[in-house]
């Protein structure tokens, strides 16, 4: 009798301990209260690998009492003079093959910066993103982006598998 209450204290113990391993630590880049409104923001910012040595693009995602919104930075070699139009299309594409499709809140135009003897061009820019579909996000793995810009331009990222798990794991955590 004595081994069967201690046994299934053991596996009560596995269990617990089990469910405690899979809670994530979540660690914000930005975790304040506005001081006069006591209204929370977090943020969560994520480098991810360009599949072209030309381009570079960071991810973020944020949540400002309960809207949530995505930012991106896209920096292109080179002059590029297109903006993001407001309302342009930034998509995600999942791993099921949906699509989620999220719109700039404004337009953004691109900001030339010059660094040793190369020229780049910087885009910063806002989408709105409801709840739903961040949790889409953190329970089917993103697979593609495109960043769309005015004169039928897109920038296209294909995500590695790395950044994939990294992704999902900014949605989960800016969930919570």
Known sequence: MKKIIILSLGILFLFAG????????CKFDIDKKD?????ATKGILLGIKSNSWSTGIEIGFNKTGDAYFVNIKLT???????SIPKNAPFMIKLS???????YSQTEYLPELVGSLGS????YVAQYDIDANSIQKIAELIPTF??????????YDL????????????AA?????
Do not use: H, W
Not at 96 to 102: A, L, R, S
Not at 145 to 154: E, H
């Open 18 to 25: 089990a469910g405690q391993l899979s809670a994530q630590k």
């Open 35 to 39: 001081p006069f409104t006591g209204v």
């Open 76 to 82: 292109y070699t080179g002059t590029m003079r297109e």
């Open 96 to 102: 099921n093959g949906e699509t989620i499709t999220i």
């Open 119 to 122: 020229v780049f061009a910087v």
């Open 145 to 154: 982006f495109r960043i769309n810009l005015d004169n039928n331009k897109a």
């Open 158 to 169: 294909e995500i590695d598998s790395k950044d994939k798990k990294k992704i999902t794991n």
């Open 172 to 176: 989960i955590c800016i969930l919570q």
